[in-house]
């Protein structure tokens, strides 16, 4: 009968929850009104970008504290370190095949379109395009090193999310070598969680500023003369995006975890609609982190998926590099043979986990793995640098696609999903808590590890 008790907990707070409607619709109103200014007064447009900026700071502040919080809970709450471990190996090993997988299909898509034949490059645009290569991309032992803080607190100073979920691991086994004495410590994380997530509800109602400002500043920059002469590059990135998600991953999503991903991404909605008017993915990881959770997927599996997800399982990027770079060896008339195409994009699949957490990191991570693979093709990145922000919401809305349903199926493969639980979530018996992002009924469960065993973690 206890199950009952959500159902009844959830059911209380249904009034608060309603004002959070009117402010989703009021960022699809700022988006409308972005798009209009950005092409009536495109330079008044660009002009309100830091609004934009701003409001993805503010989110981007609360990501290390939830990420700590979330791995540090889930860890403390589970009795045996090698479980911990097993969703790791098999998170890392999926985000790599399904890059593989991502990376295929638009090499298929990108030989059948050829976007870029008949393209004339200019001067202009290969100094613009050379001013690309970022110099933050790190090679692969010194990306690796980087993930280690210089302190045990600038791991959330760097807006580094890979030295955040170090330091979350070493705390998180440490408090679980500590049995019963770490508890203290466990309810003292629990209480500063709900402090961050409350204070994220709060964010939010600036959501609609954000979008209003980063759209007027995309459209007003971009204008129409360059959405026109890269339709068919960005239609046919579009729609390679949409059949990787509702094909290949709706396929996995049906087959191994018995949930169809329209459902899935009904729940998600909202992040989605977050990621479309602010183009960064990352603005919408703190609540995907605690839909996840709320969906039934145990808390390892949440806080150790979504994190590394963020920085390894780029399905989207991984498309992009793919489709711009034959795009772009085109437009020069110089087309590559398949026997040429493989090693440059398993070159850019290395290149672009070492750029994890680099800023811009599509664009920037194309034009330096070009520079350092193949030079020649530098040249052209400036032909896709207008249309790049249109380009990136594609991208970002794939990737974050790819870790909500790569985080269910790592939770089904693992057994720490409660299907009994996503079945009432996604039919809308157990509404999510807009006004505070946690399940109250849920959190005594992080106090008591020695009663809960492994199994208690699915209820989470």
Same mark, same amino acid.
């Given at each position: 009968?206890?199950?009952?008790?959500?159902?009844?907990? =959830?059911?209380? #707070?249904?009034?608060?929850?309603?004002?959070?409607?009117?402010?989703?619709?009021?960022?699809?109103?700022?988006?409308?009104?972005?798009?209009?200014?950005?092409?009536?007064?495109?330079?008044?447009?660009?002009?309100?970008?830091?609004?934009?900026?701003?409001?993805?700071?503010?989110?981007?502040? &609360?990501?290390?504290?939830?990420? !700590?919080?979330?791995?540090?809970?889930?860890?403390?709450?589970?009795?045996?370190?090698?479980?911990?471990?097993?969703?790791?190996?098999?998170?890392?090993?999926?985000?790599?095949?399904?890059?593989?997988?991502?990376?295929?299909?638009?090499?298929?898509?990108?030989?059948?379109? =050829?976007?870029?034949?008949?393209? =004339?490059?200019?001067?202009?645009?290969?100094?613009?395009?050379?001013?690309?290569?970022?110099?933050?991309?790190?090679? #692969?032992?010194? %990306?690796?090193?980087?993930? @280690?803080?210089?302190?045990?607190?600038?791991?959330?100073?760097?807006?580094?999310?890979?030295?955040?979920?170090?330091?979350?691991?070493?705390?998180?086994?440490?408090?679980?070598?500590?049995?019963?004495?770490?508890?203290?410590?466990?309810?003292?994380?629990?209480?500063?969680?709900?402090?961050?997530?409350?204070?994220? *509800?709060?964010?939010?109602?600036?959501?609609?500023?954000?979008? %209003?400002? *980063?759209?007027?500043?995309?459209?007003?920059?971009?204008?129409?003369?360059?959405?026109?002469?890269?339709?068919?590059?960005?239609?046919? %990135?579009?729609?390679?995006?949409?059949?990787?998600?509702?094909?290949?991953?709706? *396929?996995?999503?049906?087959?191994?975890?018995?949930?169809?991903? %329209?459902?899935?991404?009904?729940?998600?909605?909202?992040?989605?609609?977050?990621?479309?008017?602010?183009?960064?993915?990352?603005?919408?990881?703190?609540?995907?982190?605690?839909?996840?959770? =709320?969906?039934?997927?145990?808390?390892? +599996? +949440?806080?150790?998926?979504?994190?590394?997800?963020?920085?390894?399982?780029?399905?989207?990027?991984?498309?992009?590099?793919? &489709?711009?770079?034959?795009?772009?060896?085109?437009?020069?008339?110089?087309?590559?043979?398949?026997?040429?195409?493989?090693?440059?994009?398993?070159?850019?699949?290395?290149?672009?986990?070492?750029?994890?957490?680099?800023?811009?990191?599509?664009?920037?991570?194309?034009?330096?793995?070009?520079?350092?693979?193949?030079?020649?093709?530098?040249?052209? +990145?400036?032909? @896709?640098?207008?249309?790049?922000?249109?380009?990136?919401?594609?991208?970002?809305?794939?990737?974050?696609?790819?870790?909500?349903?790569?985080?269910?199926?790592?939770?089904?493969?693992?057994?720490?999903?409660?299907?009994?639980?996503?079945?009432?979530?996604? *039919?809308?018996?157990? #509404? !999510?808590?807009?006004?505070?992002?946690?399940?109250?009924?849920?959190? #005594?469960?992080?106090? +008591?590890?020695?009663?809960?065993?492994?199994?208690?973690?699915?209820?989470?």
């Amino acid at each position: 009968m206890a199950a009952r008790t959500p159902e009844t907990a =959830h059911a209380a #707070p249904a009034g608060k929850r309603d004002r959070t409607h009117y402010l989703y619709i009021a960022v699809i109103v700022a988006v409308a009104l972005g798009i209009a200014v950005g092409l009536i007064w495109p330079d008044a447009g660009v002009e309100l970008k830091p609004l934009g900026t701003g409001f993805v700071n503010l989110i981007k502040m &609360m990501i290390s504290p939830i990420i !700590f919080c979330t791995i540090v809970l889930g860890i403390g709450s589970v009795r045996k370190a090698a479980k911990v471990g097993a969703v790791g190996g098999i998170a890392l090993g999926y985000f790599v095949v399904m890059s593989l997988v991502a990376l295929a299909i638009g090499l298929v898509v990108g030989n059948i379109l =050829h976007p870029g034949d008949g393209l =004339h490059i200019t001067n202009a645009l290969k100094a613009t395009g050379h001013d690309q290569v970022d110099g933050e991309a790190l090679p #692969p032992v010194e %990306f690796v090193l980087s993930i @280690i803080p210089v302190t045990f607190v600038s791991a959330f100073t760097q807006e580094q999310v890979l030295q955040t979920l170090l330091v979350a691991l070493l705390t998180g086994f440490a408090l679980q070598s500590m049995g019963s004495m770490g508890q203290p410590v466990l309810r003292g994380i629990e209480h500063i969680q709900r402090l961050v997530f409350r204070i994220l *509800a709060m964010v939010m109602w600036a959501a609609p500023i954000g979008a %209003f400002g *980063a759209i007027a500043a995309v459209v007003g920059s971009a204008g129409l003369d360059a959405l026109k002469s890269l339709a068919i590059l960005m239609l046919g %990135f579009y729609v390679t995006c949409f059949l990787f998600v509702f094909i290949v991953l709706g *396929a996995l999503l049906r087959v191994i975890a018995g949930l169809n991903i %329209f459902s899935l991404f009904k729940y998600l909605a909202r992040e989605f609609l977050l990621i479309l008017s602010t183009s960064s993915s990352e603005s919408a990881l703190p609540r995907l982190i605690a839909k996840m959770e =709320h969906l039934g997927v145990s808390k390892p +599996v +949440v806080g150790i998926t979504v994190p590394t997800g963020y920085s390894f399982n780029l399905d989207g990027t991984m498309i992009y590099m793919t &489709m711009a770079s034959l795009y772009i060896a085109d437009a020069l008339g110089t087309p590559m043979s398949i026997g040429e195409q493989i090693p440059l994009l398993l070159f850019l699949l290395l290149a672009s986990k070492g750029a994890a957490g680099v800023s811009g990191a599509g664009l920037a991570t194309l034009a330096g793995g070009l520079q350092s693979h193949k030079p020649a093709l530098v040249d052209g +990145v400036g032909l @896709i640098v207008g249309i790049d922000r249109f380009m990136s919401e594609a991208r970002a809305l794939t990737n974050f696609a790819g870790n909500a349903v790569a985080t269910v199926l790592i939770g089904t493969w693992t057994k720490e999903i409660d299907t009994d639980r996503v079945q009432q979530v996604l *039919a809308g018996e157990l #509404p !999510f808590d807009e006004t505070t992002l946690l399940d109250d009924d849920v959190q #005594p469960e992080v106090e +008591v590890p020695e009663q809960g065993g492994e199994k208690e973690l699915a209820k989470a």
